[in-house]
């Protein structure tokens, strides 16, 4: 069983930056594919990005193609997400995700574990 921890969230002004991190205990971290979701209120959960076991491939949805950069240190067993050029439709909650696989998939069927989530919500 994996548990997944997010911290990182908060209030920021449009244009400005945040970093999210998820730390993951309970498994061998290099067997995971981890992905980031987030769902703002009223609607259904949306994919952001997602990173293989090797960090060797990434996927954006293409609402945060170019401002958002997912990356991992499988020696520290945690997943970032570096969010830059915030807009007000960034503001959602933030989920970290695992995926027993070497992949990087970006539906949210198709992982194992999730975190708690943490909000992040931006001002115009």
């Known amino acids: 069983q994996v548990q997944l921890v997010e911290s990182g969230g908060g209030l920021v002004q449009a244009g400005g930056s945040l970093s999210l991190s998820c730390v993951a205990s309970?498994?061998?971290?290099?067997?995971?594919?981890m992905g980031w979701f987030r769902q703002a209120p009223g609607k259904e959960r949306e994919f952001a990005a997602a990173i293989s076991w090797s960090g060797g491939i990434r996927k954006y949805a293409d609402s945060v193609k170019g401002r958002f950069t997912i990356s991992r240190d499988n020696a520290k067993n945690t997943v970032y997400l570096q969010m830059n050029s915030l807009k007000p439709e960034d503001t959602a909650v933030y989920y970290c995700?695992?995926?027993?696989?070497?992949?990087?998939?970006?539906?949210?069927?198709?992982?194992?574990?999730w975190g708690q989530g943490t909000q992040v919500t931006v001002s115009s």
């Open positions: 995700a695992a995926v027993r696989s070497s992949d990087s998939p970006s539906t949210s069927s198709a992982y194992h574990y």
């Open positions: 309970g498994g061998t971290f290099t067997s995971y594919g």
